[in-house]
């Protein structure tokens, strides 16, 4: 079955804490992005990514870094969580770019004390 | 001005109605453009990609237009199940970063 596949789907954790979000996808999809949402402002482009190696910072990128080593696979990483980071997190991926349809993963849900 | 808006709504209407939404956009450049469905906090998946000379599936019908900057999606014969938050997307010439409106709200009703 075609996916994007996230974890953890909720996650507590303390301000400092680093933490990893992972993503996969098993399309073969060149591009993959995640995104924040937030009440009352929508869906919210952290980073994206091209293909293997080439990632681009999105709208709200500070607090955030990715790396893609793999086509399936672009893990979200918060080095030093802050509560303002507190948000449901998108994983997506599209064949080619941003201008396809993107397909996303089911969400995390993350909170930070 | 936001790049791209949407009413909030909610909509509320009967089972078997007929409902629009519309969804501006600010910069002309604009190439491409997708209707998407969330349920309440689940993931958005893609209900059509909205086509130059409109598009229509099933009930659901999308149009552009584009010297007035905005795109339509209209639902005929609402369904209980057509209850959740559509969110317009628009991308630009030029970036890799989509603009997502902030969604419109439908409720339908027995």
């Known amino acids: 079955e075609a996916q994007v596949t996230q974890n953890p789907r909720y996650l507590i954790t303390v301000t400092g804490k680093k933490l990893t979000v992972t993503c996969s996808q098993n399309?073969?999809?060149?591009?993959m992005s995640w995104y924040r949402q937030d009440p009352g402002l929508g869906l919210r482009q952290i980073y994206y990514?091209?293909?293997?190696?080439?990632?681009d910072k999105g709208d709200v990128p500070e607090g955030y870094k990715v790396s893609r080593k793999e086509k399936r696979n672009f893990p979200l990483i918060l080095e030093s969580p802050s509560p303002n980071q507190t948000s449901l997190y998108f994983c997506?991926?599209?064949?080619?770019?941003?201008?396809?349809?993107?397909?996303f993963g089911p969400g995390t849900r993350l909170t930070v004390t | 001005r936001k790049e791209v808006e949407q009413d909030p709504g909610p909509f509320n209407v009967p089972e078997g109605a007929t409902v629009a939404f519309n969804c501006t956009y600010s910069?002309?450049?604009?190439?491409?453009f997708f209707w998407y469905r969330q349920d309440c906090r689940k993931e958005p998946k893609l209900l059509m990609s909205?086509?130059?000379s409109g598009n229509e599936d099933g009930r659901f019908t999308a149009q552009l237009n584009r010297a007035s900057q905005y795109i339509s999606l209209l639902i005929r014969d609402s369904k209980l199940s057509d209850s959740a938050t559509y969110l317009c997307?628009?991308?630009?010439?030029?970036?890799?970063?989509?603009?997502f409106g902030r969604g419109t709200s439908l409720i339908v009703h027995p």
């Open positions: 990514s091209m293909n293997v190696e080439v990632t």
């Open positions: 997307v628009v991308n630009s010439g030029g970036s890799y970063i989509p603009t």
């Open positions: 399309m073969n999809h060149e591009y």
């Open positions: 909205v086509y130059s």
């Open positions: 997506a991926s599209s064949l080619m770019d941003n201008r396809r349809e993107q397909y």
């Open positions: 910069n002309s450049a604009s190439q491409s």
